[in-house]
């Protein structure tokens, strides 16, 4: 689940998550440990690491992060569990790990969600989708959205993220936009945000896991040169024409 790790690391880098690298790496396992271990336990691993050590051991990161799209929708209850975990309105059930190990949790649904499968089409998905809504309502009456700028520990910026997460969830979500960007590319089709919302719930009737269909490219749009004289560059699907075939289908039953 490549995705979740990359939002990690646009996280990190613009300042929502905090890295500690000066802790020790005392209890990680090894690959033929974690091959072992049960979806709960890969979860519970990766949020542990994150909570503790951020990003500092991007390959530990992403070997548990591997076992989890693997582990699939067998690893979303375990996601809830720890997301359930945190209420920031209650000193119990606080703190800076409980925060960051919830934070964890949302980001791998994230992943999982433009990654793998659309969560919404799993019953175990719609709980997960709720308990991120409801974290986020939590961190509203904690304040969070009011919280002054604190640079890599803002908690506003970590609940702008998490509303982003419940909103990507609910509806189209960045695998959803990167389609739209290629059809308009290869094939001159625009759709509007409700025609692309209306297209990816019809994905889903389809097949849920449509994320899963293609990787992403980078595309270098030598029309788009920003102000230092460099083009722009956006996220493409590699094989668009399942998309653009499913797309007419789409079109058809709905003129």
């Known amino acids: 689940m490549k995705s979740a790790v990359a939002f990690l690391v646009f996280v990190v880098v613009s300042g929502a998550g905090s890295v500690l690298c000066n802790q020790s790496a005392s209890g990680r396992k090894s690959k033929a440990e974690i091959a072992r271990m049960s979806p709960e336990e890969h979860v519970q691993a990766y949020c542990t690491e994150f909570a503790h050590h951020g990003l500092w051991d991007r390959s530990y990161i992403e070997l548990l992060d591997d076992s989890i799209t693997r582990d699939g929708v067998k ?7 720890v997301i359930n975990e945190f209420d920031p309105t209650n000193f119990r059930t606080s703190g800076s790990e409980r925060d960051q190990a919830s934070y964890a949790a949302a980001i791998l649904l994230g992943g999982l969600d433009t990654g793998s499968f659309r969560l919404r089409a799993f019953e175990e998905g719609k709980v997960a989708i709720d308990a991120v809504r409801r974290v986020a309502e939590r961190m509203r009456a904690a304040h969070y959205d009011t919280a002054p700028d ?6 506003r910026l970590r609940y702008e993220i998490t509303l982003g997460i419940v909103k990507d969830l609910q509806g189209t979500n ?5 389609i739209q960007d290629t059809l308009e590319l290869r094939h001159k089709i625009k759709l509007s945000d409700t025609d692309l ?6 994905l889903i009737t389809q097949d849920p896991r449509y994320p899963s269909w293609s990787e992403l490219d980078w595309y270098i749009d030598h029309n788009n040169i920003n102000n230092a004289g460099n083009p722009a560059q956006y996220r493409i699907i590699q094989n668009i024409e399942p998309f653009y075939k499913a797309y007419l289908k789409f079109k058809a039953k709905h003129q």
Do not use: C, I, Q
């Open 75 to 81: 690893a979303v209850p375990a996601m809830v569990k």
């Open 150 to 155: 604190e640079g890599e520990r803002s908690k």
């Open 197 to 202: 919302l209306d297209f990816s719930t019809y």
């Open 174 to 178: 960045n695998y959803d936009r990167t």
